[in-house]
């Protein structure tokens, strides 16, 4: 038989599971909390198509990058050399992997190479670009806000 204090224990320990069920709290479920996604878009008109083309194939791959600025979480800055993020706003994809998708669209409409395509889409490769996204911020110090993408 158990003793009465592990008895005890154990009986109020299922109560305190039980109420915990019975109990809801909604924090952070107001309008004000709505978490957005961003996702980055070339907004430039298409380029052309190049001169002549080279027979090979071109793969571009996104490089892990050793700072900050290539998180799901948005940066922005009020002053210079300082940053912070954004409580409520992400982006939807990585940047870097964004880029690389935006770079490879971009870099296929002029033709130049025989095909170009993303690292792990399964095609191989005579050449390789890497990408790496140091910084994406939001500067908010300039009178219009801009992003910088280095």
Known sequence: MMPATRRSALLSGCCALLLAGCISVEVGSSDSNV?????LADLAPPPGPAGKS???TLVVAAKPSPGI??????????????RALYQNASWA???????????????????????V?????GVGGDLLLNVTVDELLHDTVAAR?????T
Do not use: C, W
């Open 54 to 56: 080279l027979a090979r």
């Open 93 to 115: 994809d990585r940047p870097s992997n964004r880029a690389v998708q935006l770079l490879v669209r971009r870099i296929d409409a002029r033709a130049y190479f025989a095909s």
């Open 117 to 121: 395509a993303g690292l792990g889409s």
């Open 145 to 149: 806000g801009r992003l910088e993408l």
């Open 35 to 39: 978490r957005a996604q961003y996702r």
């Open 69 to 82: 600025g290539d998180t799901f979480s948005m940066a922005y800055s009020r002053a210079p050399q300082q």
